[in-house]
């Protein structure tokens, strides 16, 4: 559990940071056939490419590189989904979106099976050159009142030398 929980932090501390059925444009992903499967989530994020170039200028007062890191992002997405109970459809669910991030050259980044506790946790990303492009992460966990699968999609310019600053300036403690 403790391995999980220092997963969602470092999930979510790429989340601030910042060919298929699935995938768009380079580095988004389109999550809309998932409603199918699960319903309507319990949690939808839409932060577009004006909001983020928003938040980031609030951000340029504090810290102007993160400022300049949030600015460049053209959208986050987020999707929690209750599972009902139906964990086996959710972790198909992954394993076919990873199947086909993969057939688009997404770079698989962390790949999680626990099948003790029936969690799996994938995180891929798309690249040009030095850049990151998206981020994909996607989280079945069945311990939430039946379970649920998080899909967070991040898309936009992701420079890797910079990730650490914005952790820092987080203080996320990943212990």
Not at 23 to 49: M, R
Not at 53 to 67: C, T, Y
Not at 134 to 148: A, F, N
């Amino acid at each position: 559990m403790k391995k999980f929980k220092l997963f969602l932090a470092l999930s979510f501390t790429t989340l601030l940071l910042c060919t298929s059925t699935y995938a768009n444009a380079q580095g988004e992903i389109d999550f809309a056939d998932l409603s199918t499967h699960y319903g309507e989530p319990k949690v939808e994020i839409n932060l577009s490419a004006g909001l983020m170039k928003l938040i980031g200028s609030f951000a340029n007062s504090e810290d102007p590189e993160i400022g300049d890191i949030l600015s460049k992002l053209e959208s986050i997405k987020v999707r929690v989904y209750n599972l009902n109970g139906e964990v086996s459809k959710a972790s198909s669910t992954i394993d076919q979106v990873s199947s086909e991030l993969k057939a688009d050259n997404w770079e698989t980044l962390v790949t999680v099976n626990n099948n003790e506790e029936n969690q799996k946790v994938r995180v891929f990303s798309k690249s040009t050159s030095n850049v990151i492009d998206g981020v994909v992460v996607m989280v079945v966990s069945p311990e939430k009142d039946g379970g649920e699968a998080v899909f967070i999609n991040i898309v936009g310019e992701i420079d890797p030398e910079k990730i650490g600053k914005v952790a820092q300036t987080l203080n996320v403690d990943i212990d």
